[in-house]
């Protein structure tokens, strides 16, 4: 077999199950709200966060136990809009973020490269959480309606 052609076939394997282990993780994290009323989702949205936003509004224990000293906040996940609160959990490492909807001051939508992003202000602009996500306007249309 041609070497060449083996390493493209790994490649289309290895992408494969990573696509397959990201919605097997995407239908865990949605499963949560099956009693609740979804107004939003993202199933790839990319979180662009710090570990100071993360210490807000995540759980100490699981913050800790994912930290490894190189761990800048970032990654894939699940984005939910609930009427009371913003979710958002990693696919990995699994962290959840938990913005109450009281908290949040202002929306709005920043450019990046040839994306829109969808940046989520609290503590009277001071802090902020960013995602990258598709429909950001329509995002920024139901919080402003919960704010």
């Known amino acids: 077999m041609n070497p060449v052609f083996a390493c493209i076939l790994f490649v289309f394997f290895v992408v494969i199950a990573l696509v397959g282990l990201a919605k097997k993780r995407t239908r865990e994290i949605l499963s949560k709200f099956t009693d609740k009323e979804i107004l ?5 949205a990319y979180f662009f966060g710090t570990p100071e936003i993360l210490c807000k509004f995540t759980d100490k224990k699981t913050l800790e136990k994912a930290y490894d000293g190189n761990f800048y906040g970032r990654g894939n996940g699940v984005l939910v ?5 913003l979710y958002f959990e990693m696919w990995s490492p699994q962290i959840k973020l938990r913005i109450p909807i009281d908290y949040i001051t202002k929306i709005k939508i920043k450019p990046y490269l040839w994306f829109e992003l969808l940046e989520v ?9 960013v995602w990258r996500i598709k429909k950001p306007k329509k995002w920024q249309e139901s919080l402003q309606k919960l704010i």
């Open 81 to 85: 809009l609930l009427k009371d609160e």
């Open 121 to 129: 202000m609290f503590n009277d602009g001071t802090d902020s959480a």
């Open 40 to 44: 939003q989702k993202a199933s790839n």
